[in-house]
């Protein structure tokens, strides 16, 4: 059975910082992705990091801001978000993808996800 778990959703300010963690077990995946959806909109693809290796990979939006992190057993994952702005504000899922292609980020891609953490952003 795959689990995944976030943790550390919060309110904050803008200009703020917030560190999102994912408890993984069952499954390690080839990719390893957070997400978020904003009320009224699709989910997006945030940041993704291979589980074999070092490569990341972020969203145009938030490049220099995020940094996604994960631990070398593919356990945890983490999003160090900084600079936070409103447009930020949105549920946060992390997500397993059995696929090779961590940089594309699609939904589609991830087979595995967890419940969401709310993040919201008040200016």
């Known amino acids: 059975q795959v689990d995944l778990v976030e943790s550390g959703g919060d309110s904050v300010q803008a200009g703020g910082s917030l560190t999102l963690s994912c408890a993984v077990s069952?499954?390690?995946?080839?990719?390893m992705g957070w997400f978020r959806q904003a009320p009224g909109r699709e989910r997006e693809g945030v940041a993704a990091v291979s589980s074999r290796g070092p490569s990341a990979y972020y969203a145009e939006s938030v490049k220099g801001r995020f940094t996604i992190s994960r631990d070398n057993a593919g356990k945890s994952l983490h999003l160090h978000m900084t600079y936070l702005k409103p447009e930020d504000t949105g549920v946060y899922y992390c997500?397993?993808?059995?696929?090779?292609?961590?940089?594309?980020?699609?939904?589609?891609?991830?087979?595995?996800w967890g419940p969401g953490t709310q993040v919201t952003v008040s200016s």
């Open positions: 997500a397993i993808s059995g696929e090779t292609a961590c940089g594309r980020m699609g939904v589609e891609q991830y087979g595995w």
């Open positions: 069952g499954y390690r995946g080839n990719c």
